[in-house]
């Protein structure tokens, strides 16, 4: 394993910020990942891996360790399911796809999400309904500074509205290796609770959709709505979107009657973040490099050479004028670096 001084991180980040990290090293499996942990015990080290949940907005002064740990199988199956575990510098969205050709249920709703299967679990992903933790059986784990194995069930990970123990308790202590998930093999439940998805389906007259038409149709969806992380650099949704109490939802709502919303419990309400940055005036804005996509106003995007911080400065600028206008704090989702 070669680590590499001064190494350019622009292929590394799906925003394309042309950051440099101080070293760099690729692991591909966990014994080269022990081993590079051991022998940089004293160094301050940055974990990367699909590096597409992330705006890097300086130089990372580190030894930056990539998680390239690639394969993919099934551990265990019975008459109904399929246990399925993902090492955790596969691709995300190939890794789903894979699945769906092995017409193994449950992940469908997910496709095309960027990033890497590792990285699935601290983030919590989600979309179109499903979410990891609706499949999470497990992930394995190695601390980084004893360098011992430990295994996260799914009620361990604390899994909430994009967040998990990763994130909050053993934040920066573990890195991810592997990630188990219980699939369906048979009589799978087909999730077409958005309406995008329903539109779509009924496009292209689908009446008894398969999880391979679920899928076909978020890939349809995401590609009309989102740019390529290859043609465009952006991370995805950049925002969470706000869940906040049903008091104050409908003291705004007086004031803006056609605000989109969903229920999430008798005393809380989602809003939409992309709803209100369009209403806003944000979307398709341009300031130098640096934009809110013309399709998607959740998607802040790097039309060439924008710096994190001109990025950093366009989603601050977001939040300031979303809670003068509507008293609602919008959270990035991505993790500024």
Request: proline content about 3%; hydrophobic content about 40%; aromatic content about 10%.
């Amino acid at each position: 394993m070669e680590i590499k001084p001064n190494f350019s991180l622009k292929k590394y980040n799906t925003f394309g910020i042309d950051a440099k990290a101080k070293e760099f090293v690729a692991v591909h499996s966990v014994a080269d990942l022990k081993e590079v942990l051991e022998e940089n015990d004293t160094k301050k080290k940055f974990v990367l891996g699909g590096g597409s949940n992330m705006l890097l907005t300086q130089d990372v002064d580190a030894l930056v360790v990539h998680i390239d740990l690639k394969g993919k199988k099934v551990v265990k199956e019975d008459e109904n399911f399929v246990w399925v575990e993902g090492q955790a510098g596969e691709n995300w969205h190939e890794f789903v796809l894979w699945n769906i050709e092995n017409n193994f249920g449950g992940l469908e709703n997910m496709s095309l999400i960027p990033g890497n299967v590792g990285t699935t679990p601290v983030q919590n992903i989600g979309a179109y309904g499903a979410e990891i933790k609706d499949t999470f059986v497990s992930c394995d784990a190695m601390h980084i500074a004893t360098r011992e194995m430990r295994t996260f069930n799914r009620e361990e990970c604390n899994f909430g509205y994009r967040e998990s123990i990763f994130k909050q308790e053993v934040k920066d202590q573990y890195i991810i290796t592997s990630v188990v998930f219980k699939l369906t093999k048979k009589n799978h439940k087909v999730n077409i609770s958005y309406g995008d998805i329903t539109k779509e389906l009924e496009k292209n007259n689908i009446t008894e959709p398969t999880i391979k038409d679920v899928s076909n149709a978020v890939i349809a969806i995401r590609q009309s709505k989102l740019p390529d992380p290859k043609e465009l650099g952006n991370s995805g949704s950049f925002f969470k979107n706000p869940v906040i109490t049903k008091e104050h939802f409908e003291k705004i709502h007086l004031q803006f009657p056609e605000m989109k919303y969903y229920v999430v419990s008798p005393t809380e309400v989602k809003v939409p973040a992309g709803w209100l940055i369009e209403q806003a005036g944000f979307k398709g804005m341009r300031i130098g490099d640096a934009g809110v996509h013309k399709n998607q106003a959740l998607v802040l995007v790097n039309y060439g050479n924008a710096t994190g911080a001109e990025i950093v400065n366009l989603s601050k600028e977001i939040q300031k004028t979303i809670f003068e206008k509507y008293t609602i704090a919008i959270q990035a989702e991505v993790n500024i670096i």
